[in-house]
């Protein structure tokens, strides 16, 4: 589609959207608008119907024994009616439509009744116009039975036929007018079910006046012609030019106003389901249609306070577990159990922490600890690596589980160097000793069915531990495993020293250690 409906949408949504502020001064445009656009959709149908009698009693259905005063009589009669239904009419819907004023000049949220009564503000105006104009046939048809029956009959059909046309016209204008009165009902109260004729309906209006209106004229032409042989070639012509040019006009008039009415709130979906696509879940449909499509609108409304809520629970759920772990819970379902990984793994803690809490205020200790894991996290993330785990004033990282990482090992040797590098400058008030290890462990999802965690079991995670205890007693900070070292590629190997050979607490397999250099 070209980018024109986008364009005129959007404006047309901000001036729904201000009207539709609770307790704001539109609240007076509003009760206004409900008045100004009934009595003008009223007025401009009835306009419109009293145009279509004239042309159907001049050229489509003309009295062949109508005299001269009966015709001036029938016009002053005519004008003295429209002048008087239209404001009779508008009054008579006001008088309906009084109780859905009321919560605006309240400043309050609608009823369930306030609002369907003002939703149906547009079958409101249909019925009331229906029932002027069938009023309107009866008294011209009586009017012109003095002058003969066939007059009187035509006049009364002509009405009648006109009348079917000024309620859809009334109908489907009341309907698109009052848009931003309908948005401003549906804002404060969420609609539950249809209140209007929907889709199927309003096809039947624009049918009815494109089509089935002249077809209906032309038919009783034809069938006057055939019957009483009371239409001569140039008058049948004539006729016929009319209806046709009066299908066109009025059909295409109707076709446009319902295409927009039901188009506008599709559309208004449409460029928020873009939206939605490019990842903005703030996005929300104005719902100003009493059918099928303004629950459309909200369902879809509905819809996106779900995703926005899912989407909110994800990044939490990603924040506590890494965004690696909480996609692979997504895509596993939930499901125990875990698979042999060969993963580096860094354990970092604090060191002297017990006596640094006992010495300062807790909400000191709090910061203080959020500035150290805030290095932590932030280093791991940036080596591809992911935190496992919190104890306290320790912290457990992975590289490899859940996602599989090219250099593992290289990865998490960097990440121990710069870690240790980036906490001397930024919180130097902390010590803390770093250990890395490299090896097999199960990785998966650990607990019951009720509550579980993904994690890492295994050697390697005791023996970064280990190392780790042991780094806090050194100077170096950062002790790494020879495995770790030997595993990882051969610009990082570069950047550090082999030494002795250890024993560490509970384990009987020796571990050679490695220190960056420098």
Not at 35 to 51: D, H, K, M, Q, Y
Not at 370 to 390: A, I, L, P, R
Not at 428 to 439: K, P
Request: hydrophobic share 50%; with cysteine.
């Amino acid at each position: 589609m070209s980018e024109a409906p986008a364009a005129e949408s959007r404006p047309t949504r901000r001036r729904i959207e201000k009207l539709m502020r609770l307790g704001s001064p539109s609240d007076r445009i509003v009760m206004r608008a409900v008045r100004w656009l009934t009595a003008f959709a009223i007025a401009l149908a009835n306009l419109a119907g009293t145009v279509i009698v004239f042309v159907l009693l001049v050229w489509v259905l003309p009295p062949d024994d109508a005299k001269d005063p009966s015709i001036i009589l029938n016009l002053i009669f005519a004008a003295a009616y429209v002048l008087v239904a239209i404001p009779v009419g508008a009054a008579l819907a006001f008088r309906r439509l009084r109780p859905s004023r009321q919560w605006l000049k309240e400043e309050r949220p609608p009823t369930p009744e306030e609002q369907r009564n003002l939703l149906r503000a547009p079958l409101i105006v249909f019925f009331t116009v229906g029932w002027l104009w069938l009023l309107a046939a009866f008294l011209f048809g009586a009017f012109n039975l003095s002058y003969g029956f066939e007059l009187g009959l035509r006049v009364f059909v002509s009405v009648i036929l006109a009348g079917l046309a000024t309620c859809q016209i009334a109908y489907l204008l009341s309907e698109w007018l009052l848009r931003p009165v309908a948005a401003r009902a549906l804002q404060a109260l969420p609609l539950e079910d249809p209140v209007l004729p929907g889709v199927t309906a309003r096809t039947l209006f624009s049918w009815g006046l494109g089509s089935g209106i002249p077809l209906l004229g032309l038919a009783m032409v034809g069938l006057s012609a055939l019957t009483q042989h009371d239409y001569g070639r140039e008058q049948l012509a004539i006729a016929v030019l009319v209806l046709a040019g009066t299908a066109l006009v009025v059909g295409l008039f109707t076709i446009v106003i319902a295409a927009r009415v039901t188009a506008d709130p599709i559309i208004s979906v449409r460029h928020a389901v873009s939206e939605v696509a490019e990842g903005d879940f703030d996005v929300e449909v104005p719902v100003y249609d009493g059918s099928e499509l303004g629950l459309l609108q909200s369902g879809f409304n509905q819809m996106v306070i779900g995703l926005r809520e899912r989407e909110r629970i994800r990044d939490v759920f990603g924040r506590h577990v890494g965004e690696d772990v909480a996609r692979e819970a997504l895509e596993r379902e939930g499901s125990l159990g875990g698979e042999v990984r060969e993963v580096a793994v860094l354990f970092i803690d604090m060191t002297g922490s017990t006596a640094f809490a006992a010495s300062r205020p807790p909400t000191e200790v709090v910061e203080m600890l959020n500035d150290f894991f805030g290095v932590v996290v932030e280093t791991v993330g940036e080596h591809g690596g992911w935190v496992n785990k919190f104890e306290g004033d320790a912290a457990l990282a992975v590289f490899g589980a859940p996602q599989e990482v090219e250099d593992a090992a290289g990865r998490a040797l960097a990440s121990a160097r710069e870690m240790d590098g980036r906490l001397a400058r930024e919180v130097d008030e902390i010590e803390a000793g770093i250990g890395v290890s490299y090896g097999e462990v199960v990785a998966g999802n650990i607990g019951g069915e009720e509550r579980f965690e993904y994690t890492v079991i295994g050697d390697a995670v005791n023996e970064a531990a280990r190392l780790c205890e042991l780094a806090k007693e050194r100077e170096t900070g950062v002790l790494a495993s020879s495995a770790a070292v030997e595993a990882a590629s051969a610009e990082e190997r570069e950047r550090w020293d082999l030494g002795e050979e250890v024993e560490l607490r509970g384990r009987k397999k020796g571990t050679t250690l490695a220190c960056p250099k420098g």
